[in-house]
Each structure stands twice: as C-alpha cells, then as structure tokens.
C-alpha cells in the first residue's frame, strides 16, 4: 500500500512538498514515481527516480521540481517550488516494487493527493 500526502492548496509562486511511504513486505524498489492527472484528464509522469539515484522529469517541471527518496523508509519526495496554475492535479505516486525474492516486479500506485495552484 502506498500512501501519498503533503497537497493542498497554495498560490502561484509557492511551494508544496509531497511524500508517499509504501507499506507491507517488500523486498526492493526499482523506480518511485510522481504522475499527474490535471482538469483535463491529461496524464503525465511529472518525475522519476531509480534505486540508483537517477532522476528523470517532465519538461514541464524541469528546474522547479525535485524528487528524492529515503530508501531506509521506503519513502519518495516530491519537492515543488515556483509553483504555477498549469501545476494543478491530482499527483500520484507509483513504485515498480517487489514484494518477496520470488514474485515479479509489479507497479503500485498510491491514492492520489490534490495540488491546487492559484493565480
């Protein structure tokens, strides 16, 4: 289970710090994850970050986004800064974990977490 928090709503310009801890056994995490789902039901991956440390993001959110991760609390963070209208979404957490040496690799997405911009 993954639980995402930290939405709400702030002005353009602010900033807002989402974080998502995953629960229950796991035995690895290869990618955490933040995707959006905005107004119009567009879905995007706004930023990645493998078990290595590798960040990719969205063009969108190049140079005002940062994601991290604390992999000793299973946890993954999204710091947003310089925030925008455009940023409004439900944001979404995903990690492509595995729960036991012998099952797969599966995605699990956390419950969604409201981020409202205001101009």
């Known amino acids: 289970q993954l639980q995402a928090s930290g939405g709400g709503l702030v002005q353009a310009g602010g900033s807002l710090n989402l974080s998502c801890a995953a629960s229950g056994n796991i035995f690895s995490i290869n990618l955490m994850g933040w995707h959006r789902q905005g107004p119009a039901n567009q879905h995007e991956l706004v930023a990645g970050?493998?078990?290595?440390?590798?960040?990719n993001y969205a063009d969108a959110v190049k140079g005002r986004f940062t994601i991290s991760r604390d992999n000793a609390k299973n946890t993954v963070y999204l710091q947003m800064n310089s925030l925008k209208p455009e940023d409004t979404a439900v944001y979404y957490c995903?990690?492509?974990?595995?729960?036991?040496?012998?099952?797969?690799?599966?995605?699990?997405w956390g419950q969604g977490t409201l981020v409202t911009v205001s101009s």
């Open positions: 970050i493998t078990s290595g440390g590798t960040t």
């Open positions: 995903a990690y492509d974990l595995r729960r036991y040496t012998y099952t797969p690799i599966q995605r699990y």
